[in-house]
């Protein structure tokens, strides 16, 4: 059975920091091009930051650099997403993503989604 666990999420002051996890299981994790996504109250779903595979490649939206780190551990099946300096306008529910990036592992394309983690950031 494939799944996604978020978790980690909270109640943090502004300028403070927090730890996402998201810890897969049901699939080849290694083959999958794992996102952040967020979804705030009233506003669609937004990438936050995508990670390759193999991790050596990211992308960041731009409100998020400097800030955010994303890293995995294959070993582990777990992509972890570090929040630090946290804003008002971070707060969002926070929800990662696999997608296949490798044909000879896994149907690619194939996607799934986490359940998600709120995080909310206020004084």
């Known amino acids: 059975q494939v799944q996604l666990v978020e978790s980690g999420g909270g109640l943090v002051q502004p300028g403070g920091s927090l730890r996402l996890s998201c810890a897969a299981s049901?699939?080849?994790?290694?083959?999958?091009?794992m996102s952040w996504y967020r979804q705030a109250p009233g506003k669609e779903r937004e990438l936050v930051v995508s990670?390759?595979?193999?991790?050596?490649?990211?992308n960041y939206t731009e409100s998020v650099k400097g800030r955010f780190t994303i890293s995995r551990d294959n070993a582990k099946n777990t992509v972890y997403l570090q929040l630090n300096i946290l804003k008002p306008e971070d707060t969002a529910v926070y929800y990662c993503?696999?997608?296949?990036?490798?044909?000879?592992?896994?149907?690619?394309?194939?996607?799934?989604w986490g359940q998600g983690t709120q995080v909310t950031v206020s004084s």
């Open positions: 993503k696999a997608v296949c990036s490798d044909a000879r592992r896994c149907l690619l394309g194939s996607t799934y």
């Open positions: 990670i390759s595979s193999a991790g050596s490649n990211t």
């Open positions: 049901g699939f080849t994790f290694s083959s999958y091009f």
